[in-house]
């Protein structure tokens, strides 16, 4: 199996999944000749026309609401927004159209659209380009909201997400869009929606994170290893809806949690989890559930950018302290 | 040659446009310039005043059931009901209607039933499940935020070759938002079969269009688009089905987007919440009501001895029928199970939900 960034297997999976559907269309800012700004749509257009793949006017409520009525006629329209600070716009058609059509007219119409834009910090791109705001979407009723946190996660949520029959926002860490390396077989399997992975197992403590924060956690993981702690380490990779099950049938083996994550605590999806837990796993647990996240502050840009992040040693810190507990 | 001509300030002139307006009826009936073939055609412009009659009717009682706690907030058409019906009249099964809140009258033409409506406005998704062509999009609340779907359903069957044409139908207000600019802009690039239709009802809820725009018409908004926006006399309706016509001909065929601005005037309150006294004088509203649609288009067949008085009283007892056998139906719907509101959120619930449902349904703890 060839190896492959994180970005490339967005492109596979885009490939793949407009040569399998011919109703499969990619539409965004630079998205044609240019192949998008992180290039996750390079050679696409060569291959399969401007006609599926569009570079549209620089408006994204029109490029989210363009997939809304494309999808209205049984299109697969992915749309790309560059950033994750230009999806505002877009609120309003994911809110008040995208996630509830199907609803609104009672199966009548369906949207089955993705939007997908790169998420997070961590890349020192300049002012509004390094947003984690997925509570607010995660806050949605009837959309999915989805996180790969490696290549092989990417290629195979994201065809899933194409092959949905709902409208899924697509989150693709941009911090580990190159940095994260894996072997990709171009098989054409997607990988299940609202299941959480299993990065890791261990019996002391989970650990519950997405995307690029992966990464730390895992490290964070390995350093508690050095120290005889068994961490179970939890991609929750849906956010909406997640997977329950998994997040409890964990915290009943460790009795212990920490959630990791780069958006800001205040209402982050993390506070969620810990409810869930509260609400359905209290009598398992050995210690307070922690959170690990973004300070309650507006992402600062690049010079500060890495002090707002959760770091290994934070985690690991966390993780301790849970497991110290009595 | 006209780029050799100088303007203030000895700069060349490098673009002009102008908008037409279109009108045939005269706010008495009379005949203002030569008519289109099909007003002529006894039987067409005769279901056009029977569905603009049925509309009034039916919101003359949709008012009526609101007042009396049996509907929701409802937004009558009155006074405009000639634009949703002529443009719905030239429209064929196969295109796709993308109508706002008050467009009844298209809803009915295209199929929709009066019981479906008053279940929308009752409070009841299912009216939303409507009879209309199935493709046809709900009824659309917030602002404008249809028309970037227009564009949309319109690049779909331009991709597919199909000759067919999404009609986007909003009012005067909308054209202040940018979904409705990002759609045009988006229809212009890439020559869609659309028409955007602007009901000009003079007034957006409270607001007047003078403090909506600094534009002479609103027709002219397609300029900045790249296509032709025309005005049309709205409260005319063969008018308004002739400029249909022409705009969704000339979509059909490839030639583009095209917009009309219907002016006419919003006879009644936005909705049944509203109380239009509040910011217009009742003179402003009685002095417009020689414009009004229906006694225009009356006058006009009466004059062309396609209608008599017969016709009229029977026609008046057939609404009356109607309305009333549509208000039944919807008073006997049986109303939906708390749970279901769970069963359209997705394709298939997810279990997460599942358990909400059953605790809805009282089949346990969620």
């Known amino acids: 199996m060839p190896e492959m960034t994180l970005v490339e297997a967005v492109n596979l999976a885009l490939a793949r999944a407009m040569e399998d559907d011919s109703d499969v269309v990619v539409l965004g800012e630079d998205v044609g000749i240019n192949g998008g700004v992180f290039r996750a749509t390079v050679g696409l257009q060569t291959r399969f026309g401007p006609e599926r793949v569009l570079d549209t006017p620089l408006a994204e409520l029109l490029i989210s609401g363009l997939c809304v009525g494309m999808a209205a006629q049984g299109l697969k329209p992915v749309g790309e927004i560059q950033f994750m600070g230009f999806l505002y716009p877009c609120i309003d058609q994911l809110v008040n159209h995208a996630s509830r059509f199907r609803n609104r007219t009672q199966g009548r119409l369906t949207c089955p659209m993705v939007l997908r834009t790169p998420h997070g910090a961590g890349i020192r791109a300049p002012e509004h380009h390094s947003e984690s705001t997925e509570a607010m979407l995660a806050h949605i009723p009837g959309l999915r909201v989805v996180i790969p946190s490696s290549p092989e996660r990417a290629y195979g949520l994201l065809l899933a997400a194409i092959r949905d029959p709902d409208p899924v926002v697509f989150l693709e860490p941009t911090r580990i869009y190159r940095a994260a390396k894996g072997e990709v077989e171009d098989n054409g399997e997607a990988l299940p929606l609202d299941v959480a992975f299993v990065l890791r197992e261990g019996r002391d403590v989970t650990l519950i994170s997405w995307g690029a924060m992966l990464k730390e956690t895992m490290a964070a993981a390995d350093a508690l290893a050095a120290d005889g702690v068994a961490a179970e380490v939890i991609d929750l990779a849906t956010l909406k809806p997640y997977d329950e099950a998994t997040v409890l049938g964990s915290v009943a083996k460790t009795g212990r949690c920490v959630i990791v994550h780069e958006a800001t605590r205040t209402g982050g999806f993390g506070a969620e989890i810990a409810a869930l837990i509260a609400e359905r796993a209290l009598t398992s647990l050995l210690a307070p559930v922690a959170r690990v996240t973004g300070y309650d502050t507006i992402v600062p840009m690049a010079r500060l950018e890495q002090h707002m992040m959760p770091s290994v040693d934070r985690i690991v810190t966390a993780a301790r302290k849970a497991c110290q507990f009595s | ?366």
């Open chain 2, 1 to 366: 040659m006209a780029s050799k001509k100088m303007a203030d300030g000895g700069l060349p002139v490098i673009a002009r446009f102008e908008v037409r307006h279109r009108n045939y009826l005269a706010p008495d009936g009379s005949i203002n310039r030569p008519l289109p073939a099909f007003a002529s055609d006894a039987n067409l412009v005769t279901a056009l005043y029977r569905a603009m009659l049925l509309l009034r009717n039916f919101d003359r009682k949709a008012v009526a059931l609101q007042r009396t706690g049996r509907l929701g907030t409802y937004a009558v058409s009155l006074g405009q009901e000639a634009v949703s019906v002529g443009v719905a009249s030239a429209m064929r099964e196969e295109d796709v209607l993308l109508p706002s809140y008050r467009d009844n009258g298209a809803l009915i033409w295209r199929g929709v039933k009066l019981e479906e409506i008053l279940l929308f406005w009752g409070g009841d998704e299912r009216g939303n499940q409507f009879s209309g062509p199935v493709q046809d999009f709900p009824f659309c609340v917030p602002v404008g935020s249809q028309a970037p779907h227009a564009a949309g359903v319109a690049y779909a069957f331009k991709l597919r070759k199909q000759p067919r044409v999404a009609v986007c139908m909003f009012g005067d207000g909308a054209t202040s938002k940018g979904d409705v600019y990002e759609a045009m802009n988006f229809a212009g690039v890439h020559k869609l079969p659309v028409v955007f239709v602007a009901t000009n009802n003079q007034w957006a809820i409270s607001v007047p269009l003078r403090l909506q725009t600094g534009c002479e018409t609103l027709a002219q908004k397609a300029v900045a688009a790249g296509f032709i926006g025309e005005q049309v006399d709205g409260s005319d309706v063969v008018a308004m089905r002739a400029a249909a016509e022409d705009a969704i001909a000339a979509a059909r065929e490839g030639r583009g987007p095209r917009f009309i601005e219907a002016v006419t005037y919003r006879l009644g309150d936005h909705t049944t919440s509203d109380d239009a006294l509040r910011y217009r004088s009742a003179d402003e509203v009685q002095a417009r009501w020689k414009e009004e649609p229906i006694a225009r288009l009356r006058n006009y067949l009466v004059s062309q001895k396609m209608w008599s008085k017969a016709e009229e009283e029977r026609l008046a007892a057939e609404c009356h029928e109607r309305v009333e056998a549509a208000v039944e139906r919807y008073l006997a719907t049986e109303p939906r199970r708390p749970e279901t509101m769970f069963d359209h959120l997705y394709a298939e619930l997810p279990e997460t939900y599942a358990a909400q449902r059953r605790q809805l349904a009282g089949e346990g703890d969620a």
